[in-house]
């Protein structure tokens, strides 16, 4: 069974009533299981490696599910963590405070341009603008990633973004100067699969 819903744990509570596997689809703002290790195996396929690496993420970290899933996953390899958000949007401290019981760094910065330059993985979430107080705050351009912003780059970082929609997190898509990882539905497909056939027994 596969079950999406709105309320954040409500997956993991129904599975102790199941006794066949239940995957995670995706629970409100709380967690996105198959969307990490979708993101991972992307990592992997982009850099070589997941190891030894630093991954930012940036945008609404309180309530962007895909990055808490991912945080969690990324504890089982050599890694470092930098989060970028505004103070009222940062990362939940139940997930920070699991990734440090894991012995991995984290750093938090509020504005994206520090965080730039030790940077492997630069991952984009959604900002929505009912998360701010006022307008302004959202009209910021702290978060936004513009070319301006990449120059700073290491060789070999990545940038990836979950929607193109999305436009508000990039300022240009076609001035980016540095490799975007936006279409995954290929990579989605292999990784969900491959979920499957080992729940099934079929790996």
């Given at each position: 069974?596969?079950?999406?819903?709105?309320?954040p744990g409500i997956v993991s509570r129904s599975a102790r009533y199941l006794h066949k596997p239940?995957?995670?689809?995706?629970?409100?703002v709380g967690e996105h299981p198959t969307q990490a290790l979708l993101d991972v195996f992307t990592i992997r396929e982009e850099i070589g490696t997941v190891n030894g690496i630093t991954v930012?993420?940036?945008?609404?970290?309180?309530?962007?599910?895909?990055?808490?899933?991912?945080?969690?996953l990324l504890t089982l390899y050599n890694?470092?963590?930098?989060?970028?958000?505004?103070?009222?949007?940062?990362?939940?401290?139940?997930?920070?405070d699991y990734v440090k019981s894991k012995?991995?760094?984290?750093t938090y910065f509020e504005d994206l341009l520090e965080a730039m330059p030790h940077t492997d993985v630069l991952y984009v979430t959604r900002i929505q603008k009912e998360r701010f107080p006022s307008p302004e705050d959202y009209e910021k351009?702290?978060?936004l990633i513009t070319p301006e912003t990449l120059i700073k780059a290491k060789q070999g970082m990545i940038v990836m973004h979950r929607?193109?929609?999305?436009?508000?997190?990039v300022s240009s898509w076609t001035q980016i100067p540095v490799p975007l990882t936006l279409d995954r539905r290929r990579m989605a497909f292999y990784v969900r699969m491959a979920l499957l056939a080992m729940l099934l027994g079929k790996c």
């Open positions: 069974m596969v079950m999406r819903h709105p309320t239940l995957i995670n689809g995706g629970d409100g930012t993420m940036v945008g609404d970290l309180k309530h962007g599910r895909t990055v808490h899933s991912l945080a969690r890694v470092k963590l930098q989060y970028v958000s505004p103070p009222e949007l940062k990362m939940p401290t139940e997930v920070t012995k991995i760094s984290q351009d702290s978060y929607c193109r929609e999305s436009m508000r997190s």
